[in-house]
C-alpha cells in the first residue's frame, strides 16, 4: 500500500518533492483545486468580456485593445473573437474550472480521508494526472495569441466548422490547440478515474463497507465509472477529427463541401457522426460534474442541519440510476440535428426519466432538515444553495428534454440559462460548499464567516438575476452564441434583458474577490481549526488539521457505523462519529 | 480547542432572512416567467408546441415556487435553535417522500411529453407534408439563404457542386432543361398563406439551422445531406429567418425574410420572378 507514516518521517522529502512534485494526495488535491480556482478566474474574466460585448457593443475599450491587439483592434470586438471568447470560456470552464476544482481537487483530497486510507492507490500516477493538466492549460491558453486566434467552433467542436481550417479564422492553429489541450486533459482524466474507482473499491478502512460511504465518496466512484466509460469513444473522435484536418481522410466530411470559393476533395463521411460520438461523451460529462456536486452537498449539508441524510440508500440508488440512464440519453442534444426523428422520441422519453431519481434526490436534500437544528454557516448556507440551483436547474431540463419544446428553444439563450444553473450553479455552490467546509482541513485554518456570507449573497442572488433572465431571454427566441442580438424585430419586447444580465453579472464578478480576499486573509491570519471544527462524523475529521503526511499517525481508523449519526445525543453530543464503537462491541 | 474554534451562535434573524429570499426568488422566478415572452406565433402546429410550453410554464412554475416555499419554510422553522429532533424518519415516511414526488414529476415530465409533445412532433416529423405542399428548396452557406423556387415545370433543375462559382452559387447544371426556369432569391422566401410550406434543407459548407422563431420551426442544414421540414403559415406578415447553429463569424447576421402573402399576391409574385 502506500507510505507510512513513520517511513516519511524517516526522510523529509526536498521542498520540490513535497509541495511541487508530490505524490500526496492531500498536496495534489489542493493543487487542483487552487489550479481550477485560477482557471475559473480566467473564464470568468471571459465572460465578462463577452457581457461587454452584448451590453455596450458600440463602447470603445482602448485597455482591451492592448491586451488583445488583434480581436479588439481598435477598442471593438471583432465577431471572430466573440465566437473564440465563448469557445474558450466554455471549454475553460468545464474542463479546467469544474472538472479540476470540484472532481479532481475534491476527489483526490477527500477520497483517501474518507474512506481511511493513507494515499490513492497509484500515487504516482496521481502525480502525472495533474503535471499532464498544466500543459494542457499552457496549450489551451497560448491559442489565443496564434494566427486565426482561438478556436471559434463553441465547445462542442462541431465539424465542419472545426474540420476545415478555411473555415473559420478560429478554426486554423487555434483549433489545434484546442484539440491537443482537450485530449491531454482526457489523458489525465481518464488517470484520475482509474486511480478513484481503484482507490475506493480497494483501500476503505476496516469495517467501511459501501454502504457506510459518505455519498461524496459515491457521487466520486459513479463519476469516475462514467467517466471511464464515456471518454474513449471521444478520444477516438477527436483523433478522427484531427486526422480529417491533417491528413486528408473525411470522417465528418461529406462530398461536394463549399468553402471559402474552394469544392473540397472530401467525401463519405457524416458532420452527425461527430455529434453522435461528442454527445456520447458530453452528456455523461454533465454527470461526471454535477453528481459529485450533489455529493458534496450532501456531506456538507448534513453537519449543519445536525440530521442524517435523509434517505441515504434511496439517494444512493438515484444516483446509480441517474448514472446509466445518462449513458442513453446523448439524442437529445440532437432533436433538430437532422437525425432520425423516431429516434428523437426515444430520447425524449428517456430523458424525462432521468426527472424522476433526481427529484428523488432533491426532496431528500431538502428533507434532510427536517427535524434539525440549523447551524447557518457560509459553508452551509452555500449547501442550501445547491439545493435551490438544482431544482430551477433540473425543471428547465423537463423543457429541454422534451422533443416538441425543443424545437422552439435548441440553441437559444434557454439553453444557456439552463445549463449555466446545473453545470455551470449546481457545481460552483458545491465547490464553494466544499471549500467553506474543507478548508479548515486542508489548511488548519477557518475561512472568515462574515466575509463568507457576503460572498453567498454575491453569489446566489446575482445567479438568478443572470440566468434565470437569460431563460426567458431564450423563450423570446434569441439565438445562442450571437455577437449581436439588435438586428432582429422579435427581440425588441426583451431588449431590456442584456442590461440586467450584465449587471447582476459584474456584481457577482465582484463578488468573487471576496473569496479570493477571504482565502488569502485566513491562511495569513484566520482563526487556527482544531480537528474537527464542525463537530461531523466522516473519517476526515479524525485526522488532524492538517492531516500529516499518511494522514493517520500509526494505527488507521477502523469504522463501526454509517455516515450521518447525528440523532443520539450521548455524553452531551449530538453526534457520533464513524470510528465510534458500537455500544457493547 | 475550546468554544473559539466552534462555529459561533446562529441565531434565528439569519435563519429569517435566509428564507424569506429563498422564497422571494421562488416567487421572482415566477412572476418573471409569467409574462409572455414566446414571439406570437404563426403557424399552425406553433399552436401544439405553444400548448406544450405553456403546460410547462405552468406545471414546473409552480414546482419552483412551492419547491423555494418549502425550502424556505423548512429553513425557517428548524433555524430557530430548537433540540434536535432524536427520531429518526421511519422507512414508511422516507418512502412516502420520495415516492410522491416522483410520481408527481413522472405525470409532469412524461405524461406532458406523451399526451401534448410527440403528437406535434410525429406530426411534423413522420406524417410529412401533404402534397399540395408548395415546395422550396433552401441551401444555407456562409453567411445567407439561397432561396430556389422550381419554375413553371414544377421542378428543380440538377446541381453539380463543381459548377459552383461566383455567377452560380448552387452550382446549377446548365444542360439540364429543368433548372432554366428556377427562381433564385437570396435570403427571402414568399409564401401564401394557410398553404402548407415544404422546404428541402441543404448547406454548402458547414452546419447552419434553419430557425423561423414566430413559426416554431428550428432544423439543422447539414452538408451532405437534405432535410425535409414543413409548416403550414397562419399569420400574413414579413417574418424573421434566423441562423441558429453556429456557422462562424457571421452566423449572428445571417438574417433572411419569410413573407406569407395571400394566394393571389403569391402568384403574382411568382409570375413576376418568372420574367
Ligand atoms: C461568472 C459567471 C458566468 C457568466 C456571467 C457566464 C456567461 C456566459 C455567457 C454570456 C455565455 C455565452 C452565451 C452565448 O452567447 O452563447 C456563456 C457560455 C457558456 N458558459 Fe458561462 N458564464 C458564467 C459561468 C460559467 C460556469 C461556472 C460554467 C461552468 C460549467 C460555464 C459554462 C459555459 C459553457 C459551457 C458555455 C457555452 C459555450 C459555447 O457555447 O460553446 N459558464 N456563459
Ligand atoms: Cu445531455
Ligand atoms: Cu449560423
Redesign the interface.
Known amino acids: 500500500m502506500a507510505v507510512t507514516a513513520t517511513e516519511t518521517e524517516a526522510h523529509p522529502p526536498s521542498f520540490l518533492r513535497r509541495y511541487v512534485f508530490s505524490t500526496d494526495h492531500k498536496i495534489i488535491g489542493i493543487q487542483y483545486w487552487l489550479t481550477g480556482g485560477l482557471m475559473g478566474i480566467l473564464g470568468a474574466f471571459l465572460a465578462g468580456l463577452i457581457r461587454l460585448q452584448l451590453t455596450w457593443p458600440t463602447t470603445q475599450w482602448n485597455l482591451l485593445a492592448k491586451v488583445f491587439p488583434v480581436g479588439m483592434e481598435g477598442g471593438f470586438m471583432k465577431p471572430e473573437f466573440y465566437i473564440s471568447l465563448v469557445t474558450m470560456h466554455g471549454t475553460i470552464m468545464i474542463f479546467f474550472f469544474v472538472s479540476l476544482t470540484l472532481v479532481s481537487g475534491f476527489g483526490n483530497y477527500l477520497i483517501p480521508l474518507q474512506l481511511g486510507a493513507r494515499d490513492m492507490a497509484f500515487p504516482f500516477l496521481n502525480m502525472l494526472s495533474y503535471w499532464i493538466i498544466v500543459p494542457a492549460i499552457l496549450v489551451a491558453a497560448a491559442s489565443f495569441f496564434v494566427e486565426g486566434g482561438a478556436a471559434g467552433s463553441g465547445w462542442t467542436a462541431y465539424p465542419p466548422l472545426s474540420a476545415i481550417p478555411e473555415a473559420a479564422p478560429g478554426s486554423g492553429l487555434g483549433q489545434t490547440l484546442w484539440l491537443i489541450a482537450v485530449a491531454l486533459f482526457i489523458a489525465s482524466f481518464t488517470m484520475g478515474g482509474l486511480n478513484y474507482v481503484t482507490t475506493i473499491l480497494n483501500l476503505r478502512a476496516r469495517g467501511m463497507s459501501l454502504m457506510r460511504m459518505p455519498l461524496t465518496i459515491w457521487s466520486f466512484l459513479i463519476a469516475a465509472a462514467i467517466g471511464l466509460l464515456a471518454f474513449p469513444p471521444l478520444t477516438a473522435a477527436a483523433i478522427m477529427l484531427l486526422f480529417d484536418r491533417h491528413l486528408g481522410t473525411s470522417f465528418y466530411l461529406p462530398e461536394g463541401l463549399f468553402v471559402a470559393g474552394q469544392l473540397l476533395p472530401n467525401g463519405g463521411g457524416s458532420p452527425l457522426l461527430w455529434q453522435h460520438l461528442f454527445w456520447f461523451l458530453g452528456h455523461p460529462e454533465v454527470y461526471v460534474l454535477i453528481l459529485p456536486g450533489l455529493g458534496v452537498t450532501f456531506d456538507v449539508l448534513v453537519p449543519f442541519t445536525r440530521r442524517p441524510a435523509f434517505g441515504y440508500k434511496v439517494t444512493v440508488y438515484c444516483l446509480l440510476i441517474i448514472a446509466f440512464l445518462s449513458m442513453v440519453v446523448w439524442g437529445h442534444h440532437m432533436f433538430v440535428s437532422g437525425m432520425n426523428p423516431l429516434i428523437g422520441e426515444f430520447f425524449s422519453i428517456g430523458t424525462l426519466l432521468i426527472t424522476i431519481p433526481s427529484t428523488v434526490i432533491g426532496v431528500n436534500m431538502i428533507a434532510t432538515l427536517w427535524g434539525g437544528k440549523l447551524r447557518l454557516t457560509s459553508a452551509g448556507m452555500f449547501a442550501l444553495g445547491t439545493i435551490c440551483f438544482f431544482g430551477v436547474g433540473g425543471l428547465g431540463g423537463v423543457f429541454l428534454g422534451n422533443a416538441a419544446a425543443d424545437i422552439q428553444l435548441h440553441d437559444t439563450a434557454f439553453v444557456v440559462g439552463h445549463f449555466h444553473f446545473m453545470i455551470g450553479g449546481v457545481t460552483l455552490l458545491a465547490i464553494f460548499a466544499g471549500s467553506y467546509f474543507w478548508f479548515p482541513k486542508m489548511f488548519g485554518k477557518i475561512l472568515s464567516e462574515t466575509l463568507g456570507k457576503i460572498h453567498f449573497w454575491l453569489t446566489v442572488v446575482p445567479f438568478y438575476g443572470i440566468f434565470v433572465t437569460m431563460h426567458f431571454y431564450g423563450l423570446a427566441g434569441a439565438p445562442r452564441r450571437y455577437y449581436s442580438l439588435s438586428q432582429y424585430g422579435f427581440l425588441d419586447d426583451v431588449a431590456w434583458m442584456p442590461l440586467v444580465m450584465s449587471t447582476f453579472a459584474f456584481a457577482m464578478m465582484a463578488g468573487q474577490a471576496l473569496f479570493v480576499v477571504n482565502v488569502i486573509k485566513s491562511l495569513w491570519r484566520g482563526q487556527v481549526a482544531d480537528k474537527n471544527p464542525w463537530e461531523a462524523t466522516t473519517l476526515e475529521w479524525t485526522a488532524p488539521s492538517p492531516p500529516p503526511h499518511g494522514n493517520w499517525g500509526d494505527a488507521l481508523p477502523v469504522v463501526y457505523r454509517g455516515p450521518y449519526e447525528y440523532h443520539a445525543a450521548m455524553g452531551g453530543t449530538d453526534f457520533v462519529p464513524q470510528t465510534a464503537p458500537q455500544k457493547g462491541g | 480547542?475550546g468554544k473559539?474554534?466552534?462555529?459561533?451562535p446562529?441565531g434565528s434573524t439569519?435563519?429569517i432572512i435566509?428564507a424569506a429570499?429563498?422564497g422571494a426568488?421562488?416567487v421572482?422566478?415566477f412572476v418573471?416567467?409569467a409574462?409572455r415572452?414566446?414571439?406570437p406565433v404563426a403557424s399552425r402546429h406553433g399552436i401544439?408546441?405553444d400548448a406544450?410550453?405553456v403546460y410547462?410554464l405552468v406545471t414546473?412554475g409552480t414546482?419552483?415556487v412551492l419547491?423555494?416555499l418549502?425550502?424556505g419554510y423548512?429553513?425557517f422553522r428548524?433555524?430557530r435553535?430548537?433540540?434536535?429532533?432524536?427520531?429518526?424518519?421511519g422507512v414508511r415516511a422516507?418512502r412516502i417522500?420520495?415516492i410522491v414526488?416522483?410520481l408527481?414529476?413522472?405525470v409532469?415530465?412524461?405524461g406532458?411529453?406523451?399526451v401534448?409533445?410527440?403528437p406535434?412532433?410525429?406530426e411534423?416529423?413522420?406524417e410529412g407534408p401533404p402534397s399540395d405542399a408548395i415546395v422550396i428548396e433552401v441551401t444555407a452557406?456562409?453567411f445567407t439563404w439561397n432561396v430556389r423556387y422550381p419554375g413553371a415545370d414544377g421542378a428543380f433543375g440538377r446541381l453539380d457542386?463543381?459548377l459552383?462559382s461566383a455567377e452560380n452559387p448552387l452550382?446549377l447544371d446548365p444542360s439540364d432543361p429543368a433548372g432554366v426556369d428556377d427562381i433564385h432569391e437570396l435570403a427571402l422566401m414568399y409564401v401564401p398563406v394557410n398553404r402548407p410550406v415544404r422546404v428541402r434543407l441543404r448547406a454548402?459548407?458547414?452546419?447552419h439551422?434553419f430557425?423561423l422563431?414566430?413559426h416554431?420551426?428550428?432544423?439543422?442544414a447539414?452538408?451532405?445531406?437534405t432535410?425535409d421540414l414543413w409548416f403550414v403559415p397562419t399569420r400574413e406578415g414579413e417574418f424573421?429567418l434566423?441562423?441558429?447553429?453556429?456557422?462562424?463569424?457571421?452566423?449572428?447576421?445571417m438574417?433572411g425574410f419569410l413573407h406569407v402573402v395571400s394566394e393571389e399576391e403569391f402568384e403574382r409574385w411568382l409570375e413576376e420572378r418568372r420574367g
Open positions: 480547542m473559539a474554534n466552534r462555529p459561533g446562529f439569519s435563519g435566509l429570499v429563498i426568488l421562488g421572482g422566478v418573471l416567467g409574462r415572452y414566446l414571439p401544439g408546441i406544450m410550453l410547462l414546473t414546482l419552483v419547491g423555494h418549502v425550502l423548512f429553513v428548524f433555524s435553535g430548537r433540540e434536535v429532533s432524536s427520531s429518526l424518519p422516507e417522500w420520495s414526488p416522483a408527481i414529476m413522472t409532469i415530465a412524461e406532458g411529453v406523451l401534448i409533445g410527440i406535434v412532433f410525429s411534423l416529423y413522420t452557406e456562409q457542386p463543381s459552383i452550382g454548402k459548407d458547414v452546419l439551422s430557425y422563431p414566430y416554431r420551426i428550428k432544423q439543422d447539414v452538408p451532405g445531406m432535410i424573421d434566423a441562423c441558429a447553429e453556429l456557422c462562424g463569424f457571421g452566423h449572428y447576421q438574417r
